[in-house]
């Protein structure tokens, strides 16, 4: 009987165990990685459409990380935690170009684009993936006038 209860109570965590798969941990937020050659004027154009999204990008849990190849972060911790060449081979983005990429809560890669963000675009998908579909049944917009 010993046996049996030993083996039972064995194969219940086990079966507990794997519903619990390492690659299902998700990220406190998203991120949105901003990568360009030198702050100019499309990182400041970034910077202010961000600021004008601030509301929007907040409610997504959004965060934004911009790196340029001459030094540049923001926020500016970015810059001595990582080093920077490695984030632009990590994603691998060409250091001569801008290249934007949204980062979902599973760490995945959902979104690339270019020099310009079309954040309409960048909303809808967020608001398409099925954690935000879960997210939003659960609370009200708060930027919605």
Avoid at 1 to 11: P, T, V, Y
Avoid at 37 to 59: G, M, R, W, Y
Avoid at 81 to 91: N, V, Y
Wanted: proline share 5%; glycine share 4%; charged share 25%.
């Amino acid at each position: 009987m010993l046996r049996l209860s030993a083996f039972i109570l064995a194969i219940l965590t086990s079966v507990w165990a794997m519903a619990y798969p390492s690659y299902g941990q998700r990220w406190p937020h998203r991120s949105v990685f901003y990568f360009a050659p030198t702050q100019d004027k499309h990182v400041e154009q970034f910077i202010l459409d961000t600021l004008l999204n601030d509301c929007a990008l907040s409610e997504r849990d959004v965060v934004t990380i911009i790196v340029t190849q001459d030094g540049y972060s923001k926020p500016s911790w970015i810059e001595k935690q990582f080093d920077i060449t490695t984030l632009f081979s990590l994603f691998q983005v060409n250091p001569k170009e801008h290249t934007a990429i949204l980062i979902g809560k599973d760490g995945a890669e959902k979104m690339r684009w270019g020099k310009t963000t079309d954040w309409h675009k960048v909303k809808q998908t967020i608001d398409n993936m099925p954690l935000r579909q879960q997210e939003m049944k659960n609370k009200a917009d708060p930027c919605s006038i």
